[in-house]
């Protein structure tokens, strides 16, 4: 995954998921600016429309619970799906809405898809 947030660096990262409870991940990110990498820990769910996780700062112990407490640097994310209100087959690829950061619903309430503008 390439992650361009606006306030950072671009920077790559891969990771590797581990079947234990709770599920683990581990993360390796390398800065797209240099060799140096930072290694991090965290734990994952996902469920049918829904992907939560919680990972831990660099060089700090995996967390323990899908919480974060005041300045523990812990990041807890939960991603849900969001469905298509027209079926795929009925959307041309021109008219896929690309991933923004912006809070944008992906398809209007007219149940037609549409492009958004770029920043």
Request: hydrophobic share 35%; aromatic share 8%; charged share 20%.
């Amino acid at each position: 995954m390439l992650v361009e947030p606006r306030e950072a660096h671009s920077r790559w990262s891969t990771f590797r998921l581990l079947p234990a409870k709770p599920r683990q991940i581990d993360l390796t990110t390398t800065a797209a600016d240099g060799p140096t990498f930072l290694r991090t820990y965290g734990i994952y769910s996902l469920g049918d429309d829904e992907l939560t996780y919680c990972v831990a700062p660099p060089g700090q112990p995996r967390p323990a619970g899908f919480a974060t407490a005041k300045r523990d640097g812990n990041t807890l994310v939960v991603l849900r799906r969001v469905p298509f209100l027209v079926p795929l087959s009925e959307v041309s690829y021109t008219e896929i809405v690309p991933f923004t950061t912006d809070a944008v619903p992906a398809v209007p309430q007219d149940g037609r898809a549409r492009q958004v503008p770029s920043d």
